[in-house]
C-alpha cells in the first residue's frame, strides 16, 4: 500500500475547490494531506488556472471542480491513472455515486462526443487531465474570463486529445441540488446569468472558429411563394392530454387574422378521451383539422411531418404543445408579419412560465435575448434550447422535416434550418407554457435526462459535420 501511495503522490497533483471557502482552491499532493498551497480564486477564473501551473510538476492533475464532498473509491485514483497512460486523453471523466446520507445511488455519465458543446455538460465533479496538455491549453488562453475559464479548458483538450468518459463509479459525491428536471430546465435563460452566458458564447465562437464550424452572418433568402390552402397553420401533436387539449385548440382558434388559418391537431393515438374531446371540437370549428396517424410509430417529430406535408397546411407553420396557450389573440398575426419583416425561414417567439393555473413562476419571461442576429446560429450549439413558439416556412421545412423523436425534435429542425437562413426573433410573451404533473420532462430520471442530452449533443455532432462541410466548400 505504501508503495502504492508513493507511485500516487509522484503521478497526480490535486487541485480541490473549497467548500467551506468557496473562493479558494487547495493544491495537494496527497488525498488526505493538508494543502501544500491555497490559491485564492475559482476554477471558472483564467487567473486562478494561471496561478495552478507551477504546481504541476507531475505528468497528471485532477481537479475537484465543485464545492461538494468528494471520497474517491479504492484505487479510483489509480484506475483514473492506468486508463490516461494507456490511452494518452486529455481529459478523463468517470461515473460516481450521489452518496445520500442512507443509501448511494449509481449516477451514470454520457459520453463525450464532438457535439457536446453545452457549458453545463456534466463530468461530474472529478477531472483527470494530463498535465502537459492543461499546461498548453491555459497557456493558449488569451482572454481572461470570470465565469467560463473552465468551459474554455475543456473545449481547448478536447482540440488537444480525446476527452473520455470512464463508464466505471470512481468516487462518491454529496449531492446539493435536489430540484426536478422540469426546474433546472431554465438555469440558463434566469436573467442573474447573463454576464455569465456572454463568456460561454465567446468562448464557444472560439471553439467553432477552431473547428472550421463557424458560420459567417450570410443568409439565403426564402421563397414564399407557392400555391397553399390557408396563409397560416397551427401544428398540435397529441397523445393523451384530455385535461388541456380543449385549452390549446380554442386558444389557436381564437386568433384574429387579416389572412386565412387553420389548426391541424395530430391525434397519435391517444387512448384516453383526447380523440373524443378532438372530435366533438371538429364539428363545431370548421378551421379544426383532426388527424389519426395510420401508423403507431411516430414520435412528436413524425407527427409534425405529418402535418406539414398535409394537403391542408399553410404557407406557414405554428407550433402550440398540447398542455400550453397563446398568450392572446394576436399571435398568429404577429408572427406571421414577422416572417414577412425579417424575411426569415423560421420565426421564435418569447413565453412565461406558468403553473396549471397561468400563475407565473420563476423566471417568468423566457425571452432568449442572448440571441444575436449575426451570432444566434452559432450559439445555438451551445444552449439546449431556441425558445417557443416555433414557426417555418412550410415549404423550407418540408424539405428539412423533423426527426422521428419525442425530444429535441424541433431543436434538430431549428438547427437545420439557420444552416442556411436567418432565425426571425420576437422577444416580448407571446406564449404561456403550463408546467405540471402532467409534463413530459417534469421529474426525469437521470437515465432518461442522460437520453436526452446524449440526443442533442449527437444531433450537434451532425450538425458540427454539415457546417464544417460548408465551411470547406465555401
Known amino acids: 500500500m505504501q508503495a502504492n501511495r508513493y507511485f500516487m503522490e509522484k503521478s497526480v497533483t490535486y487541485f480541490i475547490a473549497g467548500r467551506e471557502e468557496k473562493n479558494v482552491i ?205 396563409e397560416a397553420s397551427v401544428i398540435i401533436p397529441v397523445r393523451n392530454r384530455e385535461r388541456t387539449i380543449a385549452d390549446a385548440v380554442k386558444s389557436a382558434l381564437s386568433q384574429e387574422t387579416d389572412f386565412t388559418f387553420n389548426v391541424i391537431v395530430v391525434d397519435n393515438h391517444s387512448t384516453d378521451q383526447t380523440t373524443a374531446i378532438l372530435q366533438d371540437l371538429s364539428h363545431q370549428y370548421d378551421k379544426l383539422v383532426h388527424i389519426i396517424p395510420q401508423g403507431q410509430d411516430l414520435g412528436i417529430g413524425g407527427c409534425w411531418n405529418l402535418a406539414i406535408n398535409d394537403r391542408h397546411c399553410g ?16 399571435v398568429l398575426q404577429q408572427i406571421v408579419r414577422t416572417f414577412y419583416e425579417q424575411k426569415t425561414a423560421a420565426v421564435i417567439g418569447s413565453y412565461k412560465i406558468v403553473d396549471f393555473d397561468l400563475n407565473i413562476l420563476p423566471p417568468g419571461l423566457i425571452d432568449h435575448k442572448e440571441w444575436t442576429p449575426h451570432n444566434g446560429r452559432n450559439n445555438a450549439l451551445r444552449i439546449n434550447g431556441l425558445g417557443a413558439p416555433r414557426a417555418f416556412c412550410t415549404s423550407v421545412i ?54 436526452n442530452h446524449l440526443f442533442k449533443d449527437r444531433i450537434r455532432s451532425f450538425e458540427l459535420t454539415a457546417r464544417q462541410g460548408i465551411q470547406k466548400s465555401s
Open 398 to 451: 418540408r424539405k428539412i422535416k423533423f426527426p422521428n423523436t419525442s425530444y429535441g425534435e424541433d431543436y434538430a429542425a431549428v438547427l437545420a434550418v439557420s444552416r442556411h437562413y436567418q432565425i426571425g426573433r420576437i422577444y416580448h410573451p407571446l406564449y404561456l407554457c403550463r408546467r405540471w404533473e402532467g409534463n413530459s420532462d417534469a421529474a426525469l430520471s437521470v437515465e432518461k435526462e442522460n437520453s
Open 26 to 230: 487547495y493544491v495537494t499532493k496527497q488525498w488526505d494531506a493538508t494543502p501544500a498551497a491555497i490559491i485564492q480564486g475559482n476554477l471558472n477564473q483564467t487567473d486562478c488556472l494561471s496561478q495552478l501551473i507551477p504546481y504541476c510538476d507531475t505528468p497528471y492533475v485532477l481537479f475537484i471542480t465543485r464545492p461538494h464532498p468528494v471520497q474517491m473509491n479504492t484505487f479510483g485514483v489509480e484506475r483514473f491513472v492506468h486508463i490516461a497512460q494507456d490511452t494518452s486523453a486529455s481529459l478523463l471523466y468517470s461515473d460516481y455515486y450521489d452518496a445520500y446520507p442512507d443509501k448511494l445511488v449509481p449516477h451514470p455519465t454520457i459520453d463525450y462526443q464532438e457535439g457536446s458543446l453545452r457549458d453545463d455538460f456534466n463530468f461530474g465533479s472529478v477531472w483527470f487531465i494530463r498535465t502537459d496538455k492543461f499546461k498548453e491549453a491555459v497557456c493558449e488562453m488569451q482572454d481572461s474570463y470570470r465565469f467560463a475559464a473552465l468551459y474554455d479548458l475543456r473545449l481547448r483538450l478536447s482540440r488537444k486529445g480525446k476527452i473520455l468518459r470512464i463508464p466505471e463509479y470512481l468516487y462518491r459525491v454529496t449531492p446539493v441540488d435536489f430540484r426536478l428536471s422540469g426546474e433546472k430546465n431554465f438555469d440558463y435563460v434566469d436573467p442573474k446569468n447573463q454576464e455569465v452566458q456572454k463568456e460561454m458564447e465567446t468562448v464557444c465562437t472560439h471553439h467553432l472558429q477552431a473547428i472550421g464550424a463557424w458560420l459567417s452572418p450570410v443568409f439565403q433568402t426564402p421563397d414564399f411563394g407557392g400555391d397553399f390552402p390557408v
Open 315 to 330: 404557407r406557414f407553420c405554428i407550433q402550440l404543445d398540447s398542455d400550453d396557450l397563446y398568450i392572446d389573440t394576436t
